[in-house]
C-alpha cells in the first residue's frame, strides 16, 4: 500500500528564518526520492533529489532517514521568492507505476 | 531545455462529451504521464507510458483511457465526461527507466470544467 503523509501547512515565516518540511512515507521498498515545488497556479517542478548520503544546494539541503520513513527538505535564510508548495515525490520501484506524490506543504514566507 | 505542451489551458466541456486532452514534449523522452490534481488530493496518477503504443494504469484511470501513437504525443481521452472529472490535469515526461525514477518534466496544466 502506498501512502506519503506531509503536513499541508501553511508555514508563516519571517524573511531570512530556518524552516524544515518532513515526508513519511510507508513502504519500505522505497528507492528514489525528490522534492518538488509549486507555485500558485504553475506546474511542479524539481528542486532536487534526495539521496542516500543527503545533498545541499544553495539554502536548500535534503536528507533521507530510511530508519524512520522520512524525507526532509531544510530551508535556510529563508527568501520571499521561496514561498510555494512543496511536493515530496517517490518511486516504490518493482513494476511499473509504483510512484506517489505528497499532497505538499505550503510556504509562506512574510517580509 | 525540456518543453512540455499541453493542448490547452483552460477547457469547458459538458456531461457526456467526449473530450480529448493532448500532451507534446519535445526532449525525445520514453516516460509520459497524466496526471488530475485536485485540492485536498494533491497529485493522483491516472495513466502513464514507457514507450510508444505501451500504456499503464495509475491509481485512478477509471473513466480515462490514454492513447500514445508517436513518442512525442501522450492523450487523454474521457470518454464520457462526467462533473466529478472537473479538475487540473498536468501531463508530464522523463527520462526511461521505472516510472518515478527520473525527474518529470511537467507541462503547464489544462484545467476542465465539466458542466
Known amino acids: 500500500r502506498k501512502e506519503v503523509e506531509q503536513d499541508p501547512g501553511p508555514f508563516n515565516v519571517p524573511e531570512g528564518a530556518t524552516v524544515a518540511f518532513n515526508c513519511t512515507y510507508s513502504?519500505?521498498?522505497?528507492?528514489?526520492f525528490f522534492w518538488y515545488r509549486q507555485d500558485c497556479r504553475k506546474e511542479p517542478k524539481l528542486l532536487m533529489s534526495?539521496?542516500?548520503s543527503g545533498n545541499e544546494d544553495g539554502r536548500f539541503t535534503a536528507q533521507l532517514n530510511r530508519a524512520s520513513q522520512y524525507i526532509s527538505l531544510l530551508i535556510r535564510d529563508s527568501k520571499l521568492s521561496d514561498s510555494a508548495t512543496y511536493l515530496c515525490?517517490?518511486?516504490?520501484?518493482?513494476?511499473?507505476?509504483?510512484?506517489?506524490f505528497g499532497k505538499g506543504t505550503k510556504l509562506s514566507v512574510k517580509p | 531545455d525540456v518543453k512540455v505542451t499541453q493542448s490547452s489551458r483552460y477547457l469547458v466541456k459538458r456531461t457526456g462529451e467526449k473530450v480529448f486532452l493532448e500532451c507534446v514534449q519535445d526532449?525525445?523522452?520514453?516516460?509520459m504521464f497524466w496526471y488530475r490534481q485536485d485540492p485536498g488530493l494533491g497529485l493522483r496518477l491516472i495513466y502513464f507510458?514507457?514507450?510508444?503504443?505501451?500504456?499503464e494504469k495509475g491509481d485512478i484511470p477509471e473513466g480515462y483511457s490514454v492513447s500514445r501513437e508517436k513518442k512525442e504525443r501522450f492523450s487523454l481521452i474521457l470518454e464520457s465526461a462526467s462533473t466529478n472529472q472537473t479538475s487540473m490535469y498536468l501531463c508530464?515526461?522523463?527520462?526511461?527507466?521505472?516510472?518515478?525514477?527520473?525527474?518529470?518534466?511537467f507541462g503547464p496544466g489544462t484545467r476542465l470544467t465539466v458542466l
Open positions: 507510458s514507457y514507450d510508444v503504443k505501451m500504456k
Open positions: 534526495v539521496y542516500s
Open positions: 513502504n519500505s521498498a522505497s528507492q528514489s
Open positions: 515525490h517517490m518511486n516504490y520501484g518493482g513494476s511499473q507505476g509504483n510512484l506517489i
Open positions: 508530464a515526461s522523463s527520462l526511461p527507466g521505472l516510472a518515478g525514477e527520473n525527474e518529470q518534466f
Open positions: 526532449m525525445d523522452h520514453e516516460n
